[in-house]
């Protein structure tokens, strides 16, 4: 079925979008780019409840974008952490460098803690 197939092609090229905006750290794109897989996302669900399809296309498509899904969940996490760790630095630079403590930044210890490379 073309439709099929072509909610398949545009999930595909969203990810492969979407990944490389994580990786060149064009964060604020990657949430655009992330509103429209959740869009297309909508469509699809809105084509199969029109055409009430239950298919073996549809359920192979719903596999293959879950397995695509857990890796990009990967990938954003590692980005997620390396963000983190980066502020972590700052932090610790800004400590190193101006006398201050912990105590001005409620939640610190708990995120440098939870950080360290």
């Given at each position: 079925?073309?439709?099929?197939?072509?909610?398949?092609?545009?999930?595909?090229?969203?990810?492969?979008?979407?990944?490389?905006?994580?990786?060149?750290?064009?964060?604020?794109?990657?949430?655009?780019?992330?509103?429209?897989?959740?869009?297309?996302?909508?469509?699809?669900?809105?084509?199969?409840?029109?055409?009430?399809?239950?298919?073996?296309?549809?359920?192979?498509?719903?596999?293959?974008?879950?397995?695509?899904?857990?890796?990009l969940?990967?990938?954003?996490?590692?980005?997620?952490?390396?963000?983190?760790?980066?502020?972590v630095?700052?932090?610790?630079?800004?400590?190193?460098?101006?006398?201050?403590?912990?105590?001005?930044?409620p939640?610190?210890?708990?995120?440098?803690?939870?950080?360290?490379?």
């Amino acid at each position: 079925m073309k439709a099929l197939k072509d909610y398949g092609d545009a999930l595909t090229d969203n990810i492969a979008t979407l990944q490389r905006l994580l990786a060149n750290h064009q964060y604020e794109e990657a949430l655009a780019c992330m509103d429209e897989r959740l869009a297309i996302i909508a469509a699809l669900t809105e084509f199969s409840r029109q055409k009430k399809m239950v298919s073996t296309e549809m359920a192979t498509l719903v596999r293959d974008q879950l397995a695509k899904e857990d890796r990009l969940r990967s990938l954003a996490e590692t980005f997620k952490n390396e963000i983190a760790m980066q502020i972590v630095a700052l932090g610790r630079y800004l400590f190193t460098r101006t006398g201050l403590t912990a105590s001005v930044l409620p939640g610190w210890d708990n995120l440098s803690s939870r950080c360290t490379p």
